[in-house]
């Protein structure tokens, strides 16, 4: 049964919640990992004064994004102020895009609250763990060019097929191009791409500041005035 999550009245400096993850069923079942993860934690909390008020698990699931219950639960924790940050044992438990993460250290940044990654030493509250947080955001809009690269190249190549693309669009290219990178990161799912470009802070095409399933929808399968079967195709040619 899954734990509910308690509620804290008051921020404290010292306390943080602990994000554990598997990636598999069986490491899920067995307990692999996550007793190493959960030791690395616990080691970093006494050496450094600090009180993990609550431990959250993702058991069996990937971490090609950040829409996991557990994870979100955590997230939902540090953004009421509840706890002072987020402290995971490694990177890759917490995500393995750097995108992801960058957009995580700006949510982390404007709303005052740390993110801890004990492999790599990664800690925002301390100058290195700055320094560290601008290198990735750095390499996040790399990422980001490229993905802006291949979303033209596959426009590029359904033109060349003669499929028609005239119909003018109201969201800029570079937010429509992190429309549909999202949706292709998010298993082509509108509800999860939809929260993570609430996260990023992405205005929808008229301008408002929450995405809807429906409004992702919309912008996929109308943004180039295709058709759902031409759309796909040009989707998976980007992906």
Known sequence: MARRARKYTERDANAFVAYLRVSTQDQADSGAGLAAQRASIEA??????????????????????????????????????SASGIVTAK???????????????????????????????????????????NILA???QWERRVIGQRTKDGLAAKKAEGVILGR????????LQ???ATFVRCDRNYTWTCEHLNRMQIATAQGGKRWYPSTV????????????MDRQKQIEVMA
């Open 44 to 81: 970093w909390a006494a050496a450094n004064g600090k009180r993990i008020v609550e431990y959250f698990v993702d058991e069996g699931v990937s971490g090609k994004n950040l829409n996991r219950e557990k994870f979100k639960l955590a997230l939902d924790l540090v953004v009421n102020g």
């Open 91 to 133: 990177l890759d438990r917490l995500t393995r895009s750097i995108l992801d993460f960058a957009t995580l250290m700006a949510q982390a940044s404007s709303q005052q609250w740390k993110l801890v990654a004990l492999d790599v030493g990664l800690d925002t509250s301390t100058p290195m763990g700055e320094l560290m947080a």
């Open 138 to 140: 750095v390499f996040a």
């Open 168 to 175: 003018r669009r109201q969201l800029p290219d570079q937010d």
């Open 178 to 180: 992190t429309v549909v």
């Open 217 to 228: 929808r919309a912008v996929i399968l109308s943004a180039d005035g295709q058709t759902e």
